[in-house]
């Protein structure tokens, strides 16, 4: 007999008053026939978000308030790390992901044994300065990495819980989920969703978003070819400088063997100084090595703090994590 999973859906939202209702009636809908939690992750909004959800009273909601706005990926940490479903559904608060595409969505990884199962946005009803910085990190991510993803800032995604759990979730890395899942060998496909226009509140996207975006990006290039070996960049620059200083200096000693001054040739000052920039390439490599993973990883540090988490089954839970 088939047994159902298990499913958390993860959602943060800040400032989508007027959604959040909407959004859990469509899920409960689509989601009649499972077993679910909805986890709305507030990342400090302004508006009456969080009391809207609180006056949903429903059992299968729970609410995670954050002390202040960390931002999106963030906020899906702390979504995806309380979540206690075999398979995590991440979508976005602003209605636009449609929940009927969940089902779908969970069959074909359930059926076929995808890791990840994400959305490609048809007919996406977003402005040009919304979808232009999209569809440039797409064909960026396609180029460098050779992973062939249409849609990488679809937020509707169904992964296993593994998966979701595993996933580093920082700055805007919420955009690269499926690179990241990616890189630790995870198998994923995507498939046609459905897209909505915004009905209430106003979109947080914005082209200042879009340089922080690319930054991540580049972070997750250099992890995908250097994370386990960073020596490797720092030893080549190093190498190279250091090598360069050295032939310098062997020129410079051959013409000083000859006769000649060299004491006040600005050569000898940029071969020692080559020299002193390579042994430094060495040693920021080798600190790279050690420290690479530490922060997020072995310390085991979240970027986010939790007020409190309620339940709304006549009980409130204080956060058991504490970050630093």
């Known amino acids: 007999m088939h047994v159902s999973p298990f499913l958390s859906i993860v959602i943060p939202v800040y400032n989508e008053q007027g959604n959040t209702s909407l959004l859990t009636e469509a899920i409960e809908k689509a989601l009649h026939d499972y077993k679910y939690e909805i986890i709305y992750i507030d990342d400090f909004s302004t508006d009456n978000t969080r009391q809207e959800i609180k006056a949903l009273k429903n059992p299968n909601v ?29 979508l976005d608060g602003d209605m636009q992901n449609d929940p009927s595409d969940i089902p779908r969505m969970l069959e074909i990884a359930i ?20 979808t232009l910085p999209s569809k440039i990190a797409n064909y960026i991510i396609r180029k460098a990495t050779k992973f062939h ?16 759990k595993g996933i580093p979730l920082y700055g805007e890395m919420h ?33 200042g978003r879009t340089f922080k975006v690319m930054n991540d990006l580049l972070l997750i290039l250099f992890q995908r070819k250097y994370l386990q070996k960073p020596l490797y ?15 310098i200096n062997m020129y410079l000693i051959a013409v000083k063997l000859m006769g000649n001054d060299i004491g006040t040739r600005p050569l000898l000052l940029l071969g020692v100084l080559l020299i002193l920039v390579g042994i430094q390439f ?5 600190v790279a090595d050690l420290l690479m993973r530490t922060y997020y990883e072995s310390q085991n540090k979240r970027p986010y703090n939790i007020r409190k988490i309620s339940t709304f089954e006549n009980k409130e839970k204080k956060p058991a994590l504490h970050v630093f």
């Not at 169904?158 to 998966?163: N, P, Y």
């Not at 499926?178 to 106003?202: Q, S, Y």
Request: hydrophobic fraction near 45%; charge should be positive.
């Open 149 to 164: 993803i249409t849609d990488a800032g679809c937020a509707l995604k169904v992964m296993t819980s593994e998966t979701a």
């Open 282 to 286: 060495f040693t920021i490599g080798i």
């Open 111 to 130: 059926r076929e044994e995808w890791d990840l199962v994400t959305g490609i946005r048809q007919k996406r009803k977003d402005n040009f300065i919304r």
């Open 233 to 247: 960049l720092f030893g080549n620059i190093g190498m190279l400088f250091f090598g360069t200083g050295v032939l």
């Open 175 to 207: 955009r690269f989920i499926a690179l990241n899942a990616h890189i630790d060998g995870a198998l994923i496909t995507e498939i046609p969703v459905r897209h909505h226009p915004r009905k209430f509140g106003v979109s947080k996207y914005g082209l």
């Open 62 to 90: 729970v609410l995670i308030e954050l002390k202040r706005n960390y931002g999106q990926s963030s906020a899906l940490a702390a979504g995806i790390e309380y979540a206690k479903g075999d398979y995590i559904v991440t």
